[in-house]
């Protein structure tokens, strides 16, 4: 019974896959998409009004065979949506570290979800001689608690992606 609901819990999981990765001299574009359903009861805040958000997690490392892997830098990207009671549309935002990267509007909940499952690509900097880096991927949903005080994420596992050397 258990690991028929472990299985029922990973097959509605949402598949997350780096889509694009392109190194540059000192800059790394990547771009992120979730494949599959999002958690049932965040779509379910998401059309009734409340403000919901995805926050893709980065975290580039050295990768360095003597020694353990070197964090190099750790980014966020939040993409905010919210429906307006009167008017019915989405306004989405999507913040990179702190920062406006981008804002807009979607007329509908299908256009609302493409846009926050499939966001924006990041630019990240990484220094210009290195060894190779290890990219590591992930997507968070909400925060449940166990007992009311230990938190615990929703979302995906994290995603290992070796970063191709700059041409």
Do not use: F, N, Y
């Given at each position: 019974?258990?690991?028929?609901?472990?299985?029922?819990?990973?097959?509605?999981?949402?598949?997350?896959?780096?889509?694009?990765?392109?190194?540059?001299?000192?800059?790394?574009v990547a771009q992120v998409t979730l494949r599959g359903e999002a958690p049932a009861e965040w779509t379910e805040a998401l059309s009734g009004g409340a403000k919901v958000s995805v926050t893709y997690r980065f975290r580039l490392y050295r990768s360095r065979s003597w020694l353990w892997d070197q964090r190099m830098g750790a980014h966020e990207l939040?993409?905010?949506?919210?429906?307006?009671?009167?008017?019915?549309?989405f306004a989405l935002t999507a913040e990179y570290d702190g920062e406006?990267?981008?804002?807009g509007q979607a007329g509908s909940l299908e256009e609302t979800l493409r846009r926050m499952l499939s966001p924006l690509p990041v630019d990240m900097s990484v220094p210009?001689?290195?060894?190779?880096?290890l990219l590591f991927v992930r997507a968070e949903f909400m925060t449940r608690y166990t007992l009311l005080v230990i938190p615990r994420a929703v979302g995906?596992?994290?995603?290992?992606?070796?970063?191709p050397e700059a041409p």
């Open positions: 019974m258990i690991v028929a609901v472990i299985l029922l819990a990973a097959a509605v999981a949402p598949d997350l896959r780096v889509t694009k990765l392109a190194p540059a001299p000192g800059r790394l939040v993409v905010k949506a919210e429906r307006d009671p009167l008017t019915g549309t406006i990267l981008a804002s210009l001689k290195h060894e190779p880096l995906t596992g994290w995603v290992q992606i070796t970063v």
